[in-house]
């Protein structure tokens, strides 16, 4: 049976922020990548591509989840997808893995997901800003990408470094292909 890693899109996601991690997953064996919105109904990128999801909001069970994706996408900074809340708090209590870059992460400050474990942002007075409710300044790292227990948070320029955790986390590829890629993708080199 594949693990299932599920990707929340909504009106305004961020394209480019899952565009490096989405053909890995797909290809692989081990997992079954589903797109999903809140009803299940075409969303539009902030580039403007149009997505059909394959399922609804409604139609998830929290146990079929082995990873969470929630890409950036302006309507977080103003406090949308709240219909998202039941089912984060749920694989998070869980230690499910939800990983969350740029705007999502303001999302996850503001509902307290970040108070307790390592992560980043776009920086951390955006993040202040965008999450009044957050508290977690002292594990706040300046870094690109950072897996802090269950949970894997980047800055909005860093995709590719985005994708490398997620790849880490769920094993996708051995250590030394996983750096391989990593470098091809962020430097445009590739060593036999």
């Not at 064996?29 to 399922?55: E, T």
């Not at 893995?97 to 776009?122: D, E, P, Q, V, W």
Request: glycine share 8%; proline share 4%; aromatic share 14%.
């Amino acid at each position: 049976m594949k693990k299932k890693i599920f990707v929340f899109l909504f009106d305004g996601f961020s394209d480019w922020e899952i565009a490096y991690l989405s053909p890995e997953i797909k290809k692989s064996s081990a997992f079954d990548l589903i797109y999903f919105s809140k009803d299940g109904k075409p969303v539009q990128s902030m580039g403007g591509l149009q997505v059909l999801p394959q399922m609804a909001l409604a139609e998830i069970q929290a146990d079929d989840i082995e990873m969470l994706i929630l890409p950036g996408g302006m309507p977080w900074e103003k406090g949308e997808n709240t219909e998202i809340n039941p089912l984060v708090k749920t694989l998070f209590a869980k230690g499910t893995t939800i990983a969350a870059i740029c705007a999502a992460t303001t999302y996850l400050g503001r509902h307290g997901f970040l108070n307790k474990l390592k992560h980043t942002s776009n920086n951390l007075d955006y993040l202040k800003m965008m999450a009044p409710g957050y508290s977690g300044d002292e594990y706040y790292l300046n870094l690109l990408a950072v897996t802090g227990e269950n949970i894997i948070t980047a800055c909005g320029i860093a995709p590719v470094e985005f994708a490398k955790e997620v790849f880490v986390k769920l094993n996708l590829y051995n250590e030394i292909y996983t750096e391989k890629w990593f470098q091809l993708f962020k430097n445009g080199i590739w060593s036999e």
